[in-house]
C-alpha cells in the first residue's frame, strides 16, 4: 500500500515537472518580450550580448507619459467587445436556422456564410474605407466594431452551428409538447446546452480582432481610433529609429486581456474545444 502510494506520488511529480516545463515553453516568449520591455534601449542595439541586464523602467514612462496609451488600450477593448457582442447576437439565431430548420438552399446558404472568411481582405478594403467614409465614421470606434464583427460573424456562425448539431433535437421535441416556442426553446435549452462553443468562438473572435491589422490602420488613420495592434506601427520609425523596448511592452500589454480571459473561463473553452468536431 505504501509502495502504491509512493508510485502515485513519484508520478504526480514526474506529471507536475513535464506540464511546467511545457508551460516555461509556452511562456518564454511573452517572458523574453517582458524582459525586453524592461531593458534599457541601449543594451536591446548593442551587438555585443549582456547576460545580466540592467532593469529599467524608462520605456514603460515613455509609454504613458509621452503616448496616450490608455485610450488605445480603451479604445481595444471597447471594439473587441462590442464585435464580439454583434457577432453573437448574429451568430447565434443563424446558426439556430442552420442547425434546426430545413429549407430550400440551407446547405447552401451555410457554404457561403463559410466562404466569405475565404476572401482576402485587401479586396474590399478600399470600399469599406469609402463606405464608412460617406457614412462619417472613420476614426470612430464604432467603425472597428462593425469591421471586426463582420470579419468574424461567418466563423463564429460556423462553430456555435457545429455545437447546435450535437444537440439531441428529443430536447426539443419534449419542449414544444410543453408548448414551449422557438425562441424559448433557444434560450432556455440550446443556448445553455451549447455554452463552453459560445465561450470558445468568442474567445477565437477576439483573437482574430487582436489581431486585425489591415483594417485598423485604414480606418483608425489618427490617434482617436487607434488600437495597440495599429499603436505599436508608432514605434518603428521616426527620427528615434525602432524603439524596441516600447515595441515589446506594448506587445506585452495587448496579450495580457486575451490570456486573462482565457485562464478565468479555461474550463469552459477547453470543454467547447473538445465538445464536438465541425459539421458540414
Known amino acids: 500500500m505504501a509502495l502504491a502510494r509512493r508510485s502515485r ?6 506529471r507536475y515537472l513535464i506540464l511546467g516545463a511545457w508551460a516555461a515553453v509556452c511562456l518564454a ?3 523574453w518580450f517582458l524582459s ?3 531593458r534599457p534601449r541601449v543594451e536591446i542595439i548593442t551587438p555585443q550580448p549582456i547576460y545580466w541586464p540592467t532593469w529599467s523602467l524608462d520605456a514603460w514612462r515613455q509609454l504613458w507619459e509621452q503616448w496616450p496609451m490608455a485610450k488605445y488600450l480603451r479604445n481595444s477593448m471597447l471594439a473587441i467587445v462590442g464585435s464580439v457582442a454583434i457577432d453573437l447576437v448574429l451568430a447565434i439565431p443563424a446558426a439556430f436556422s442552420l442547425s434546426r430548420y430545413t429549407y430550400r438552399g440551407r446547405d447552401d446558404i451555410g457554404f457561403y456564410i463559410l466562404s466569405t472568411r475565404m476572401m482576402a481582405p485587401a479586396i ?4 469599406i474605407f469609402f463606405l464608412f467614409k460617406n457614412l462619417q465614421l472613420l476614426d470612430t470606434v464604432w467603425a472597428l466594431m ?11 456562425t460556423w462553430i456555435i452551428r457545429s455545437y447546435m448539431l450535437d444537440i439531441p433535437k428529443e430536447l426539443e421535441d419534449a419542449a414544444r409538447t410543453d408548448g414551449a416556442s422557438d425562441l424559448r426553446i433557444l434560450w432556455e435549452i440550446i443556448i445553455p446546452a451549447i455554452l463552453p462553443g459560445i465561450i470558445t468562438a468568442s474567445v477565437i473572435a477576439m483573437i482574430f480582432a487582436i489581431n486585425e491589422f489591415l483594417f485598423t490602420l485604414l480606418i483608425a488613420s489618427t490617434p482617436n481610433a487607434y488600437t495597440l495592434s495599429v499603436a505599436l506601427a508608432n514605434f518603428t520609425a521616426g527620427t528615434d529609429g525602432v524603439i524596441y523596448n516600447s515595441i515589446a511592452l506594448v506587445a506585452f500589454i495587448a496579450f495580457i486581456p486575451i490570456f486573462l480571459v482565457v485562464i478565468a473561463i479555461q474550463k469552459h473553452l ?5 465538445m464536438g468536431a465541425v459539421k458540414g
Open 9 to 14: 506520488g513519484e508520478s504526480l511529480i514526474v
Open 29 to 31: 516568449p511573452t517572458l
Open 36 to 38: 525586453i520591455g524592461l
Open 124 to 127: 474590399v478594403a478600399i470600399p
Open 146 to 156: 462593425i469591421v471586426f464583427a463582420a470579419i468574424n460573424l461567418s466563423v463564429v
Open 270 to 274: 477547453s470543454r467547447g474545444l473538445t
